[in-house]
């Protein structure tokens, strides 16, 4: 049988550092120095010395060209954060690595400033990490504007200059929350022409309905009078009855509607 060669790993700098190092560690593990002794004189960790000592030289390179794509992947961290600085006007390489490194990154400065770069040439691949999901924006749109953290009111900032069109949905939503809370019914016939004209489709197809029926939505909206109490009443007996189906008889139900428990 004829074995399968090993590919042979590219001559990067990591891979090619790598290999010196062993050569370094094991010629002066030839002259008896100790583990302490070598990484004080190549200036390395002694966990590190203590690999090269017992791992094979033909392991050593694949290992740090792994390590090489984990702190690749660790940047993709990052990479939201680095966008919503430079889209804010802080274009220095330099500024946005202090940045990223005081919230965890640990990362080359090297690497940040090829990513500034590359967005000013216009060839930086789109990240698709960190994307809120529609219920978190969502939440973040319906609820007031004192109840949001930092973070929060940040990363909704962040989608709304990146979409435009949920931008638009989140001013309208707020508008139309605002009429709802402090019922101002009289100002629906605005929002309405409002979200009629350049609002996404959804938001728009939810103003068509409220035309239909603007006498009734407009009174909901500006009258302290509601449905909602024997809406509760009916929903409270549905309640009982799904309880109870198949396992009590129909003066049992009764009873207990009218006796409210």
Same mark, same amino acid.
């Given at each position: 049988? #004829?074995?399968?060669?090993?590919?042979?790993?590219?001559?990067?700098?990591?891979?090619?550092?790598?290999?010196?190092?062993?050569?370094?560690?094991?010629?002066? *593990? !030839?002259?008896?120095?100790?583990?302490?002794?070598?990484?004080? /004189?190549?200036?390395?960790?002694?966990?590190? @010395?203590?690999?090269?000592?017992?791992?094979?030289?033909?392991?050593?390179?694949?290992?740090?060209?792994?390590?090489?794509? /984990?702190?690749?992947?660790?940047?993709?961290?990052?990479?939201?954060?680095?966008?919503?600085?430079?889209?804010?006007?802080?274009?220095?390489?330099?500024?946005?690595?202090?940045?990223?490194? !005081?919230?965890?990154?640990?990362?080359? &400065?090297?690497?940040?400033?090829?990513?500034?770069?590359?967005?000013?040439?216009?060839?930086?691949?789109? @990240?698709?990490?960190? #994307?809120?999901?529609?219920?978190? &924006?969502?939440?973040?749109?319906?609820?007031?504007?004192?109840?949001?953290?930092?973070?929060?009111? !940040?990363?909704?900032?962040?989608?709304?200059?990146?979409?435009?069109? &949920?931008?638009?949905?989140?001013? *309208?939503?707020?508008?139309?929350?605002?009429?709802?809370?402090?019922?101002?019914?009289?100002?629906?016939?605005?929002? #309405?022409?409002?979200?009629?004209?350049?609002?996404?489709?959804?938001?728009?197809?939810?103003?068509?309905?409220?035309?239909?029926?603007?006498?009734?939505?407009?009174?909901?909206?500006?009258?302290?009078?509601?449905?909602?109490?024997? !809406?509760?009443?009916?929903?409270?007996?549905?309640?009982?009855?799904?309880?109870?189906?198949?396992?009590?008889?129909?003066?049992?139900?009764? #009873?207990?509607?009218?006796?409210?428990?």
């Amino acid at each position: 049988m #004829i074995g399968l060669s090993v590919p042979e790993l590219p001559r990067t700098p990591l891979v090619e550092r790598t290999r010196a190092r062993y050569a370094d560690v094991h010629r002066l *593990l !030839e002259r008896k120095w100790t583990i302490s002794a070598i990484a004080r /004189h190549l200036n390395l960790d002694r966990k590190t @010395v203590r690999c090269f000592k017992a791992t094979p030289l033909d392991e050593l390179p694949a290992s740090a060209k792994d390590f090489g794509i /984990h702190k690749a992947r660790l940047l993709e961290l990052f990479k939201p954060c680095l966008n919503s600085r430079f889209t804010a006007g802080y274009t220095s390489g330099t500024r946005l690595f202090h940045e990223i490194r !005081e919230r965890g990154c640990t990362g080359s &400065i090297q690497g940040v400033r090829r990513h500034p770069a590359k967005l000013r040439e216009g060839t930086a691949e789109p @990240v698709r990490a960190g #994307i809120p999901s529609p219920r978190r &924006i969502t939440s973040w749109t319906m609820r007031p504007c004192e109840a949001l953290t930092d973070q929060e009111t !940040e990363k909704l900032l962040d989608v709304k200059i990146a979409c435009p069109d &949920i931008a638009r949905a989140h001013d *309208l939503a707020r508008c139309f929350r605002d009429l709802l809370v402090n019922r101002r019914g009289g100002m629906l016939p605005d929002w #309405i022409r409002q979200a009629g004209q350049d609002a996404p489709a959804p938001v728009r197809s939810f103003a068509g309905f409220l035309r239909q029926d603007l006498d009734a939505v407009t009174a909901g909206l500006t009258l302290e009078w509601s449905s909602g109490r024997v !809406e509760g009443n009916v929903n409270r007996i549905k309640t009982l009855k799904r309880a109870m189906y198949g396992r009590a008889s129909f003066r049992l139900l009764r #009873i207990r509607i009218l006796t409210r428990t």
